[in-house]
């Protein structure tokens, strides 16, 4: 069956770094596009990046442009997600998801993924 399994989060202080994971299984990683979304208490979850199945195109929310970098690895069945020069306002559970596409059309909309994981915790406080 389908899993997504993230990893890497943690407690960081205002402007460290953070790489998270997500471990797929269960489907063809190199056929699908991947998105990274997040969710703060009290909010929506919100999109905050994806990466085609070929890397060829990323997409980045407004707010994490130049400080998060999206990659993947489809050898490893793994995609990425680096976090610098993290904020307070970055604190969320982080959540990876299946596309349901090659491509990242519209990949801030929820409908557009097929399988979520169970999110990894990122908080940052100093």
């Known amino acids: 069956q389908v899993q997504l399994v993230e990893s890497g989060g943690g407690l960081v202080q205002p402007g460290g770094s953070l790489r998270l994971s997500c471990a797929a299984s269960?489907?063809?990683?190199?056929?699908?596009?991947i998105g990274w979304f997040r969710q703060a208490p009290g909010k929506e979850r919100e999109g905050v990046s994806c990466i085609s199945r070929s890397a060829s195109s990323t997409y980045y929310a407004d707010s994490v442009k130049g400080r998060f970098t999206i990659s993947r690895d489809n050898a490893k069945n793994t995609v990425y997600l680096q976090m610098n020069s993290l904020k307070p306002e970055d604190t969320a559970v982080y959540y990876c998801?299946?596309?349901?596409?090659?491509?990242?059309?519209?990949?801030?909309?929820?409908?557009?993924?097929?399988?979520w994981g169970l999110g990894t915790q990122v908080t940052v406080s100093s």
């Open positions: 269960g489907f063809t990683l190199d056929y699908y596009a």
């Open positions: 998801a299946k596309g349901r596409y090659s491509a990242c059309s519209g990949y801030g909309s929820r409908r557009n993924y097929d399988y």
